[in-house]
């Protein structure tokens, strides 16, 4: 089972980055995911939340209307928009995924999550 993130970068400051969160060694059907970040002498902070049929979205209020989650269940891959980026978003990114059967829910403490991906950086110049 692993979960690789990938898509971060360099970019100014009012650009965009798409991130992808490429699961193998499972499905993705019943495990809902969240996007976090970790900036350096951060703790960890979540971003984005989807339920396991992404019918439902969350994000915390620091990138309300500049970030869009989604997956695509069928590339078993989850994906983190981002756009109008600012320098506070430098961080690295890690996605996560939660086992939750058949519930239209997300989990939103980090220890609570099955699997974790490697991080991927993404660094914002002013």
């Known amino acids: 089972v692993q979960l690789q993130a990938s898509g971060g970068g360099l970019v100014q400051a009012g650009g965009s980055l798409r991130l992808s969160c490429a699961a193998s060694g499972f499905t993705l059907d019943y495990y809902s995911f969240g996007w976090y970040r970790q900036a350096p002498g951060k703790e960890r902070e979540g971003v984005s939340w989807?339920?396991?049929?992404?019918?439902?979205?969350y994000y915390d209020d620091s990138v309300k209307g500049r970030f869009t989650i989604s997956r695509d269940n069928a590339k078993n891959t989850v994906y983190l928009q981002m756009d109008s980026l600012r320098p506070e978003d430098t961080a690295v990114y890690y996605c996560?995924?939660?086992?939750?059967?058949?519930?239209?829910?997300?989990?939103?403490?980090?220890?609570?999550?099955?699997?974790w991906g490697r991080g991927t950086q993404v660094t914002v110049s002013s």
């Open positions: 996560a995924a939660k086992d939750v059967g058949l519930h239209s829910i997300v989990v939103r403490t980090p220890q609570a999550y099955d699997y």
């Open positions: 989807i339920t396991s049929s992404g019918s439902t979205t």
